[in-house]
């Protein structure tokens, strides 16, 4: 395979194969590549098995030495369920390494990538870092703030319409872009939803396309209210929130979706959790003063009290458009910019 970005992507695609499976653990590809050809691949399948990188070595259809690696995450340094990656690198006899991200983790940053140079090893970095990166925002946010990254998905009409005023809302959106919506699903630890969207909709909000999901999210309702299987909790405020998030980080939840309504969906603005906006956009105009809105919440007095997005990116689904954001202050895109 030429080119290193080439080599990148397809570890970046190695790492996806993993998707949603991987938690509390990044999701990691590696790519082994000697006189141009590829000789190993891996991902990190689920914690507690072996490392991309480990995965890769093991997969060699001939000897390793003096080719080329390409990880989508700095390989560790140190040994938890695995022993570290570079020692397997080093004793593999691997010559030059190129890493798509760095570890964000304070403690190890940039350590893996010293111990490989002074192996002797040619290290070089930043190969499609954006893609390698935003791979792994819920994990890099999780062991770096010990929060959950926090993504709010809705569905909306064109005039903003996420139900009718009496509640009906199904659908608004078509298969495909409910078909995104359970591959977004499968990185959520967590969900929640309002209070009326569980008496009304008395949704399930399991992943479902894949049968016997090994990771089915833990469930929540913002509010008074209460279904089999999920947990009612009151936000009222900053410190409820806060505590809430430090609850589902301790439990080794990276990503919370919060999945509507509206009432939910605009507290959860403007208590400046949210740090990723993903809105669905269908061509249908509900219309009607009394059609709920994607946002409720407390009206902001001026424009400027706007909360802005950043990276703003545009997908169809079947009919449907998928807008998606960072919000502007959250940590994705302090992180981006950092
Ligand atoms: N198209 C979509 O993407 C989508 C997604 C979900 C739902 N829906 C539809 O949206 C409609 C419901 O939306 P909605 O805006 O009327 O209501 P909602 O957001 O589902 O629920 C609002 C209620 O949830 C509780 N709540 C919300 N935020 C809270 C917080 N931070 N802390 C404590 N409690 C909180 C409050 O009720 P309490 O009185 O219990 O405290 C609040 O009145 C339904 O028709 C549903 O079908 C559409």
């Known amino acids: ?62 000897d390793p030495v003096g080719a080329a690696a390409f ?73 770096t703030r010990h929060r959950p990254y926090v993504v709010l998905k809705m569905a909306m009409t064109l005039d903003g319409r996420i139900a009718t005023s009496s509640g009906d809302s199904k659908w608004i959106t078509g298969e495909e872009a409910r078909g995104d919506v359970q591959h977004l699903r499968k990185l959520a630890g967590a969900i929640l939803i309002g209070s009326e969207t569980a008496r009304i909709d008395r949704p399930q909000l399991t992943v479902r396309d894949v049968p016997d999901w090994p990771c089915q999210p833990k469930r929540f309702i913002a509010g008074h209210a209460e279904l089999p299987g999920f947990t009612s909790i009151d936000l009222a405020d900053e410190a409820s929130w806060n505590s809430f998030l430090a609850e589902l980080a301790s439990e080794e939840c990276l990503m919370l979706l919060i999945e509507g309504g509206g009432e939910l969906a605009g507290r959860a603005l403007q208590a400046h959790v949210v740090d990723e906006a993903v809105f669905y956009v269908a061509p249908k105009l509900l219309t009607g003063r009394g059609s709920r809105p994607v946002t409720g919440g407390k009206d902001p007095e001026k424009l400027t009290d706007a909360l802005d997005l950043d990276e703003f990116r545009t997908k169809y689904f079947g009919g449907d458009l998928r807008i998606s954001g960072y919000i502007k202050g959250g940590w994705a895109d302090v992180y981006r910019h950092r």
């Open 71 to 143: 990880v989508t995450l700095e390989p560790c340094s140190s040994t938890g369920h695995q022993g570290p990656c570079t020692e397997a690198l080093i004793a593999a006899g691997i010559s030059r390494v190129t890493v798509g991200s760095l570890d964000p983790n304070p403690a190890h940053a940039g350590r893996g990538l010293e111990i490989l140079r002074q192996a002797g090893i040619q290290v070089s970095t930043g190969v499609c870092r954006e893609a390698c990166e935003e791979l792994n925002y819920p994990f890099f946010k999780w062991i």
């Open 1 to 62: 395979m030429n080119g290193a970005a080439a080599c990148m992507r397809r570890a970046i695609e190695l790492a996806k194969t993993a998707w949603g499976r991987t938690a509390p653990n990044p999701m990691v590809g590696c790519v082994l590549v000697k006189n141009g050809r590829i000789i190993g691949e891996g991902y990190h399948h689920r914690a507690g098995e072996f490392h991309a990188e480990v995965e890769a070595l093991r997969s060699c259809k001939c």
